[in-house]
């Protein structure tokens, strides 16, 4: 449990799955830390610097994490990579005393940290897989359910809510292809020691042998490593994870601002799922506050900021190294995974339980949409012999007019006016007129393409 009577970070307790705390727990990268210790004896085991019976040593004691322990070190040596190598080193009388042999203390924390982010990775493009799914089935769902579509915040044109969903699921598929790509391209520093050119190794090993101890410890770790670093992996790696988990933050941020705006009451057709006994307000009891697709945006305006830090990191590592990223790291790296992650759980949980007002978004195509149809109307007119500028007055005058009673709160009255007009019934008859005029044959190949990018998504997601 959390001590309340100092401060915690909200990502250690509020945001941010169990699962995505845990892989970047204090706890959890001593264990990478070990891991990567013993690993580094069991390769140098098979050449000949190490016993069988250290490298057992240290794997019988590999699980033994001391935190209260290792800070009590930390702080009398200032080092916590120190601290845990004392303490493990303590634990295994046998092996202690090889542990950490030819390395520097970046050859185990860059590929613990590389090894971290692939993990934290992993549970990213879990969650938004999961989340493309839903996407597909609300697009096949509501595919062809009309709309009025707005530019400006205006209305303009009919849409299809499923073309719509559509817009979102595309952006979210591209995210998903940038964070698998930089997940595949993650690589760890390796073992190069304290500048890259593996110099201790190569006293230890033989410069001949270089490449294949480095290999050997690729493979076994299953870690792909940069072919060159200095003392720290190169930083621009992590730049770029960043930049993608921005990325993400963005397309999820535009959903989340346009379920705001639709959640409004007076347009009214979406809205993010509310509890029975959940409080929207302290003040005013009526009010059903969207705060899940606010907390959404509020988070990804946190996220949107990291990558330009991430930047000043990688640039700013000047020569072989400097320290003026580690600090920053420490918060960088498990709070923009952690950001990314509540994101996705929150908007997982909004589609899961999306509200769609059905009656609204037909009050809405009604009032709007005749009024995007007004050119479609004018161009028959005119293939059935009309003059184009007569036929141009009377809509714009019948629409201005409709126009002033939805200001008064009429409904709109623009379709049955059009059949009504004397200069019209001698090229296009009523009938005509109310199918021209229909909202569903004004909506092109929407839901051909939703459907289309609904089974695409389905296909490479498998």
């Known amino acids: 449990m959390p001590e309340y009577d ?57 699980d033994e994490i001391d935190i209260p322990r290792a800070l009590e070190v930390e ?118 020691g304290a500048v890259g050119t593996s110099s201790s190794y190569a006293d230890l090993v033989g410069v ?49 601002f346009d379920l705001r705006l639709l959640q409004s009451p007076p347009i009214g057709e979406m809205s993010e799922p509310f509890g029975e006994k959940q409080v929207g307000s302290s003040a005013m009891p009526f009010k059903r506050n ?45 709070e923009a995974c952690l950001a990314a992650d509540e994101i996705l759980g929150t908007s997982a949980g909004i589609l899961d339980g999306l509200r769609v007002d059905e009656a609204a978004i037909a009050r809405n195509l009604a009032a709007y949409g005749p009024f995007a149809v007004t050119e479609r109307l004018l161009m028959a007119l005119v293939k059935a012999g009309a003059d184009r500028q007569a036929m141009h007055a009377l809509l714009r005058g019948h629409a201005l007019s409709a126009w002033q009673t939805i200001q008064t709160g009429g409904a709109n009255p623009l379709i049955e006016s059009l059949c009504r007009e004397p200069g019209f019934t001698p090229f296009l008859a009523e009938a005509e007129i109310r199918s021209l005029m229909a909202a569903q044959a004004q909506v092109g190949d929407a839901p051909v393409r939703a459907r289309a990018l609904a089974k695409g998504i389905q296909e490479e997601l498998g």
């Open 6 to 62: 100092s401060y915690l970070s909200p990502f250690s307790w509020r945001y941010g799955s169990p699962a995505m705390r845990r892989a970047w727990s204090e706890e959890h990268k001593r264990r990478l830390w070990r891991r990567l210790w013993v690993t580094l004896a069991e390769v140098q085991s098979d050449y000949g610097l190490v016993t069988p019976e250290q490298v057992a040593d240290l794997r019988a004691h590999m």
């Open 75 to 192: 702080a009398e040596i200032q080092h916590d990579l120190m601290a845990e190598l004392k303490v493990f080193a303590a634990q295994a009388p046998i092996g202690g005393k090889i542990l950490h042999l030819g390395a520097t203390s970046m050859d185990i924390e860059d590929n613990a940290d590389a090894l971290r982010l692939r993990q934290a990775l992993d549970l990213i493009l879990e969650s938004l897989a999961g989340l493309l799914r839903t996407l597909v089935r609300l697009i096949q769902t509501w595919a062809d359910t009309p709309l009025i579509a707005f530019t400006h915040l205006q209305p303009a044109e009919p849409s299809t809510l499923g073309y719509r969903l559509a817009l979102y699921a595309q952006d979210l598929l591209e995210d998903h292809r940038a964070l698998r790509a930089v997940r595949d391209g993650l690589r760890g520093k390796g073992f190069k």
């Open 208 to 256: 001949d042998k270089l490449a294949g101890f480095e290999a050997r410890l690729s493979e076994k770790l299953e870690l792909p490593f940069f072919p060159v670093a200095a003392q720290v992996a190169p930083r621009r790696q992590e730049y770029a994870v960043i930049g993608a988990l921005a990325g993400l933050g963005a397309s999820l941020y535009k959903f989340a």
């Open 290 to 334: 969207p705060v899940r697709a606010e907390k959404i945006d509020s988070l990804g305006r946190y996220l949107a900021g990291l990558p330009r830090l991430a930047w000043d990191n990688a640039a700013h590592s000047l020569l072989e190294r400097t320290l003026d990223d580690s600090a920053n790291r420490r918060i960088l790296l498990p």
